[in-house]
């Protein structure tokens, strides 16, 4: 995903999520489709790693090898890796679900 523009996804209290950005345009307004379907699968990588940070913060590391604050620091890389694999992979259905939202928070803004 290197070199395209950003996309935020946003929620207020008590708002929808909204998507903002240069391609967060509504698709029939020149704006891009792939780039909701982007967001929607970034968002969805998001949840997966927050989702599974807390099983590996339970694994205890100890040893020659084990622990310390770079531990700590690559095991979170690692975490948002592996839910970025699993989002890649099909995910769990959250894209999906984000995407049509977001394609019918544009729909009513038109």
Do not use: H
Not at 76 to 98: C, F, H, K, P, W
């Amino acid at each position: 995903m290197a070199g395209q523009p950003p996309i935020t996804l946003q929620a207020g209290a008590g708002q929808a999520l909204r998507a903002t950005g240069p391609a967060a345009a509504p698709a029939g307004a020149g704006g891009n489709q792939d780039a909701l379907r982007r967001a929607a699968e970034e968002y969805e990588a998001l949840f997966l790693a927050e989702m599974l940070t807390p099983i590996f913060e339970s694994i205890e590391t100890e040893g020659l090898f084990g622990g310390g604050s770079a531990e700590r620091i690559y095991r979170t890389l690692m975490v948002r890796e592996y839910g970025r694999a699993l989002a890649d992979s099909g995910g769990v259905g959250i894209a999906d679900a984000v995407e049509r939202e977001l394609l019918k928070l544009q729909e009513i803004q038109q």
